[in-house]
């Protein structure tokens, strides 16, 4: 069965960097559009990256531009956020997602593989 498994988060100070990593298996991780998202509690998932399958194309929210890196590895099926120059508005559960059927990667209510999360703290 489809599965994403993330790991990498932690507690840092404001200025330091995070390499968040998911896991995937049980689906063809070459042909997923994947992405790192997040959600503040009481509030509905926003996108924080997204690359498409090959890793052509890559969409930043604005806040992580110029700061965080999205990439994947294909073959180890594999999916990295870095993350650097944090802030305390960065603190938030960090998911993992992938879109397991063909389509546009801006689609976002398309993305129907989820991880667990895993929580980024960023202290001032």
């Known amino acids: 069965q489809a599965r994403l498994v993330e790991s990498g988060g932690g507690s840092v100070q404001t200025g330091g960097s995070l390499r968040l990593s998911c896991a995937a298996s049980g689906f063809s991780v070459a042909s997923a559009c994947m992405g790192w998202f997040r959600q503040p509690p009481g509030k509905e998932r926003e996108r924080v990256a997204t690359i498409s399958p090959a890793g052509g194309v890559i969409d930043y929210a604005n806040s992580a531009k110029g700061r965080f890196t999205i990439s994947r590895d294909n073959v180890k099926k594999t999916l990295y956020l870095q993350m650097n120059s944090l802030t305390p508005e960065d603190t938030d559960m960090y998911y993992c997602?992938?879109?397991?059927?063909?389509?546009?990667?801006?689609?976002?209510?398309?993305?129907?593989?989820w991880g667990q999360g895993t929580q980024v703290t960023v202290s001032s």
């Open positions: 997602a992938a879109r397991g059927t063909v389509g546009s990667c801006g689609t976002w209510s398309a993305f129907n593989i």
